[in-house]
């Protein structure tokens, strides 16, 4: 897949940023039988995927320095085996395509395999996931999208407020409608501010994600007719771990 450079993805992404939160489906880290797998859905909704979907997989230190991390294909998920060294994982994750039918059935097919549709979707989902603490919170170098928290977010207590920040490349986004609960209220949203800044809540004792979906230019436009657009899903996870008493 051709990739935009992030510079010419800032010229149009301040045209094109449109929230679709109902359809909001993202990428995250959570333990599932014993295993760090990747889940791919919205709120209470679990889908399967390609793990040959994968573009790129990253691991990172306490101190944002790479440490080698392993994708390992499920029939229809991914999963890793990160060792005690791994803090931060960042993830891209191609959904594929798809494309409207005349009768309005959207199918998982680029355009060129369905006859008569008017709009194709091209789906790619950006994550960056917090497994352990880190030194010093800071944005993950080189990325195309991504949420930075104002604080580490394993640190948190359940109910505590920060912030978060979009990022396209080092440049914030503002007026973009950030999903605080991607798990559990994935339809309700607030908007950066100008600094690209948002204020959300560490809602979950277990697995939170933050996330947005923006719809932006397809980024083979001119070169094939697969789709008109693409759907980016830019995530934020963390899991907080509350103290039991028994």
């Not at 359940?158 to 999903?179: C, R, T, Y």
Request: aromatic share 10%; proline share 5%.
């Amino acid at each position: 897949m051709k990739k935009s450079s992030i510079s010419a993805v800032l010229l149009f992404v301040a045209m094109m940023l449109i929230a679709n939160s109902a359809y909001a489906h993202g990428v995250w880290f959570a333990m599932r039988c014993d295993r760090t797998q990747l889940v791919c859905g919205e709120g209470w909704k679990d889908n399967g995927y390609d793990p040959n979907g994968l573009i790129r997989m990253n691991g990172y230190d306490a101190a944002y320095k790479d440490v080698a991390v392993k994708p390992i294909n499920g029939e229809n998920y991914l999963y890793i085996e990160p060792d005690d060294k791994t803090s931060v994982v960042y993830v891209e994750l191609d959904y594929g395509f798809w494309s409207n039918s005349p009768d309005g059935t959207w199918i998982p097919k680029p355009m060129t395999e369905v006859e008569g549709s008017t709009i194709g979707t091209h789906a790619i989902k950006y994550s960056v996931n917090y497994l352990k603490s880190v030194d010093k919170i800071a944005p993950v170098s080189g990325l195309l999208y991504q949420l930075v928290p104002s604080v580490d977010p394993t640190k948190l207590a359940v109910g505590e407020e920060f912030k978060v920040q979009l990022l396209n490349g080092d440049k914030p986004m503002a007026n973009v409608a950030i999903i605080p609960d991607v798990l559990n209220h994935h339809t309700e949203t607030i908007k950066t501010d100008e600094n690209g800044m948002a204020v959300v809540k560490a809602s979950n004792g277990g697995v939170n994600v933050i996330g947005c979906e923006m719809v932006v230019p397809y980024e083979n436009e001119g070169i094939d007719k697969k789709a008109t657009r693409s759907k980016v899903f830019v995530s934020l996870s963390f899991t907080l771990y509350p103290k039991e008493e028994d």
